[in-house]
Structures are given as C-alpha cells and as structure tokens.
C-alpha cells in the first residue's frame, strides 16, 4: 500500500492551500483517514480525520478554517486550508487506516509528507 500527498507549498498568511492524498495498493476497505502535521522541535499532531461514513473531526485550531473531504474514489482525501496562518506551517502527513484483508485488523499507513509554509 501507498499513501501519496501533493498539494504543499508557500502562501502569504490568510492565503489558502488544498492538500490532496491517494492511497493506492492491495486495500480491501478503508476506515478513518487524515490529516497530521508536524513543525519543528513538535510532535506530530492531530489536524482532522474523516470516517469511511463520512464523519469529521478537527483540531480545535483549524476549525472553520480547514475542510477535510473525501473524493469519489473511497481512496482519495483532501484538506482545504483557507485563512493560513504562520502558526500552520509544517509538514503535513495523510494517514490512512485500512484492511488490506476480510479480517478484523486495521493498519495504518503513512504519506511521506508535504511541507506547507506560511509567511507573515
């Protein structure tokens, strides 16, 4: 399984940027799939995640700001960035949790990551 992100870049603050994220490989069902970001000297954290049912979550920092959504193909997901801030600039990971088997194990895949920079 391959889990690929492109969308990254530099933008002014209050600029916006759309991340998008495939997973491709031997998946028979996904689950959740998301949003992390890590900056500098942090840990990774938590940006949004959607359900296979289509259900979403934020951090509380990008509420209202940030919109995860899923395309047509159950494989893809996107994060729509608008009113950046500095405080948003890091690399931003998509994660995937999926069965790749009729089974009860979910496993967790990882993109390599996309660099989002936000300049004041």
């Known amino acids: 399984v391959q889990v690929v992100e492109s969308g990254g870049g530099l933008v002014q603050a209050g600029g916006s940027l759309r991340l998008s994220c495939a997973a491709s490989?031997?998946?028979?069902?996904?689950?959740?799939m998301g949003w992390y970001r890590q900056a500098p000297g942090k840990e990774r954290e938590l940006v949004a995640t959607i359900s296979s049912g289509g259900t979403t979550n934020y951090t509380d920092s990008v509420k209202g700001r940030f919109t995860i959504s899923r395309g047509n193909a159950k494989n893809t997901v996107y994060l729509q960035m608008n009113s950046l801030k500095p405080g948003d600039t890091a690399v931003y990971y998509c994660?995937?949790?999926?069965?790749?088997?009729?089974?009860?194990?979910?496993?967790?895949?990882w993109g390599q990551g996309t660099q989002v920079t936000v300049s004041s």
């Open positions: 490989g031997s998946i028979f069902s996904f689950n959740v």
């Open positions: 994660n995937a949790a999926l069965k790749v088997w009729a089974g009860p194990t979910t496993y967790n895949y």
